[in-house]
């Protein structure tokens, strides 16, 4: 499956942004996705994932409460809302695809099979 990110940008400390990741594969509903970020410097992390059906999600402590990752499987695309956005929330976010991955078992980057380019969200001071 091929992946697309989109919807980064440069906000304010307490701002919110919506990130989108289209697919161009027909069996997007097959996949369970997740979001993961790369700060300058640090490892990728993981942020939050969604099962294939779109029923069972998980978040990084980090952003509980704060994101919220969602799915329309009719667009072929994945969401991450992040609310109150904080500078440590800047990195390059990235989005991928685990063929009827196990949420809980996302966490790391060699669960996935497919990887979207990256957008860069910057949140300021």
């Known amino acids: 499956v091929q992946l697309q990110a989109s919807g980064g940008g440069l906000v304010q400390a307490g701002d919110s942004l919506k990130l989108s990741c289209a697919s161009s594969?027909?069996?997007?509903?097959?996949?369970?996705m997740g979001w993961l970020r790369q700060a300058p410097g640090k490892e990728r992390d993981f942020v939050a994932a969604?099962?294939?059906?779109?029923?069972?999600?998980y978040y990084a402590d980090s952003v509980k409460g704060r994101f919220t990752i969602s799915r329309d499987n009719a667009k072929n695309t994945v969401y991450l809302q992040m609310n109150s956005l904080k500078p440590e929330d800047t990195a390059i976010y990235y989005c991928?695809?685990?063929?009827?991955?196990?949420?809980?078992?996302?966490?790391?980057?060699?669960?996935?099979?497919?990887w979207g380019q990256g957008t860069q969200v910057t949140v300021s001071s």
């Open positions: 594969g027909r069996t997007f509903s097959s996949y369970s």
């Open positions: 991928a695809a685990k063929r009827y991955g196990i949420v809980e078992a996302m966490t790391r980057q060699e669960s996935y099979d497919s």
């Open positions: 969604i099962s294939w059906t779109g029923g069972s999600t």
